[in-house]
């Protein structure tokens, strides 16, 4: 039942991602990020990672997708003044360069695979926590100070001009 219900949820997910980057509409693009992410979340219960499940749903369908929306009220683009997209030559070019990427990044990671660490604290509390405050400090308050500036950057193009 487990390997069913990951096709079923993995492939939710990689349709949801599809549809973030294909519709025109923003917000549309927002709640298929939504779908997408609690599909991870499902995928991440599958392989008995409760807590980064929770974490999948609370901060990033919760928190992060909910800013994404604000930012997208407060900028408020209407619909007729979306840019039109054309299709050309360079999009299909980017398709294919896209799958090639794919394809590479699956052949490397199959090749040079690291060791499975033990499956029963890899989701644990713990075992973020640690892996989060040693290893990944830098990362983790890198991508914290990028995701200030992305507020502020939001904040200053929704302000409007007196």
């Known amino acids: 039942m487990e390997p069913i219900l990951f096709v079923i949820f993995g492939a939710i997910a990689v349709g949801g991602a599809i549809m973030v980057v294909t519709r025109r509409h923003p917000m549309a693009s927002a709640l298929y990020l939504i779908l997408t992410l609690f599909a991870v979340a499902a ?42 997209e054309r299709v050309t030559g360079l999009r299909f070019l980017g398709v294919l360069a896209a799958g090639l990427l794919i394809l590479e990044s699956a052949v490397l990671t199959r090749r040079f695979a690291m060791p499975r660490a033990s499956a029963v604290d890899a989701g644990s509390v713990q075992a973020v926590g640690k892996a989060l405050f040693t290893d990944y400090l830098l990362a983790f308050e890198i991508t914290s100070v990028l995701l200030l500036a992305a507020v502020i950057g939001a904040i200053a193009l929704a302000k409007k001009k007196i």
């Open 43 to 84: 995928l991440f219960v599958l392989r008995q990672a409760h807590f980064l499940a929770a974490i999948q749903v609370i901060v990033y369908a919760g928190a992060v997708v909910v800013l994404f929306i604000f930012v997208i009220m407060l900028i408020n683009v209407p619909v007729h003044k979306l840019p039109v």
